[in-house]
Structures are given as C-alpha cells and as structure tokens.
C-alpha cells in the first residue's frame, strides 16, 4: 500500500480480488470469534483484541512512516466514534457466544439495508431510487424469512440474534458519524485509532460485568485473538480504507453482498450449523437486495 495511488473510475481485477479476499476474511473471522469465545469471555475478547491490534497499528506506523494526526481537532467526533464501535463489538461477541454464525452474519451484514434508509432521510444525494428502494424491501423480506425458518431458528437463540441486530445498528451509527462529522478528514490511521484506542479502553473496563474474564483459553483460542487483531482489526480494516481510497465507494459496497453468504457457508461447514433451502432462500434475497441498494446511476463526464 502506498502512501498516495491514484484514484480509478471503475473496479479492476485487483480491487475485485482485494474485496472478495477481504469479505472471505471478514466471513472467517466470524466463525474464529465463536470458536475464540471458548476461551475468553466475549467482551473480555472483544477488548482484548482492540488493544492488541492498536499495538499492531502503532507498529504498522511506526515501520511504515506514517502518522496518526488530526487527533485534537476531531476529539468529540473521534470519542462518539470510537463508543460505537466498542457498542458494536460488545453486542457482536456476546451475540457469537449465545446464536449462530448464520443467524448473526445475516443480521450483522444487513448493515447497508439500515444505513441506506437512515441515509434517505439525513443525507443530500442519499435519496432512495424505486430500485434502491426494491432491494431494501426485497433485504428485509430476505432478513425476517431468514429469522423465522425453524431450522435455522431452533440452532439460534433470540436474545443472541437481538444483540447482532443492535451491533448492525451500532455500525450504521458509525457510517453516519464518519460521514457527518470532521472524522471524515482524518487519514485511515487516525480514524483506525480512534475505534480501537477508546473500545480498547471500554470493553476491557466493563468486560467484568458480562461474567469471568477466562474460560480456560488454549493455544487455539488465542492465535483466534491474534488472528483478528492483526487480519482483521488492524491491517485488514487499513487495506479496506486503502481499496476505499482508490476505487468508488458504490463499487467497493457491491462486494458487501459476499460476507453474508460466506459467513452462511463457513458456519455450516466449519460449525456444522443447518442451513436449510429455506434458510438459502432467504440469504439470496439479501444478497441481491444489498446488491440493488448499492448500485448506482453512473454519470457520463
């Protein structure tokens, strides 16, 4: 990655392998947060890999010369963001630890559906289109059916999906403040610093609330906390501000649809969780409702 690379008008072969790897990651790390919760208690987990993977970012700086600035002009803004994305995590673990992946990947990644109806009424330009409007209607329809299949239902547990759906919510909270705030201006290392420092700070505090801190971790589950402080926290959020810089924001949101159903997939073969044709039928009404969302008219220069 490169400190300035030039900005393209449409996606190549290497975003398109950038985005599909990323979402793969983001999908597997789902099922290393359950697995890693046998070890650790969530929010114990949770805060531990926001303070491992700012040491990862410090290091990262550090080799790579770059620097976290702009801290003090978006102190407000930073902290707003940074309690949100310790809310969504705290929620996300807790939920990994009480549902499926499957349940929670559907609920978590419906995340554009939300944003793209918040954003109708609080952002200019953000208004819905009749086919942006379809696939939010056809998401929802795909996200209630995928709740109310009884196969999936029975593995689940409502109070875990609730929890997902609320860290969903938590992470439109944090689309929002880094479009409507001063956030915006600051380079991904600073805005990286933010979440990770403050939820660092939260989680680890009130993570003896939520029960024992161990749950007796092994060598397994902490190379599952290494693993997502460095792939996931750290370096993989940098690529994806980085593929963020180059390549249009709509193109780049058209690959969201993949973590759902890699997420879906990953939890039935890895976790033995049932995916039933009804349950499938409901994640390709997501899947193609998020594609509809983030497609746009593209204008002609």
Known sequence: ??????????????GAIGMTSFATLLAFNQVVIKLTNGGFGPVWSAGLRS????????????????RITGLRETL????????????EFLFLFIALDLTTVSRSAILLYSMPVWLALVAHFTLPGERLSPRRALGLVMAMTGVIWALADPQSRDAGNITGDLLALLACFAWVGIALS???????TLPAESQLFWQLSVSAVVLCVVAPLFGPLM????????????????????????????IMSIYPASDVAAFSFLSPVLSVAMGWALLDEPVGPGF???LALVAVGIVLINMRRRTVS
């Open 1 to 14: 990655m490169t400190k300035t690379t030039a900005r393209k008008s449409s996606m190549d072969a290497y």
């Open 51 to 66: 303070l491992f993977a700012l040491a990862v970012l410090g290091l990262w700086c550090l080799f790579m010369s770059r």
């Open 76 to 87: 407000w803004p930073g902290l707003m963001m940074g309690a949100l994305f310790s809310v």
């Open 178 to 184: 880094v479009r409507l705030t001063r956030v915006a």
């Open 215 to 242: 749950r007796d971790p092994e060598l397994v589950h902490w190379a599952g906390l290494g693993f997502q402080a460095v792939f996931i926290a750290s370096l993989g959020f940098l690529f994806w501000l980085h």
């Open 280 to 282: 499938l039928g409901a």
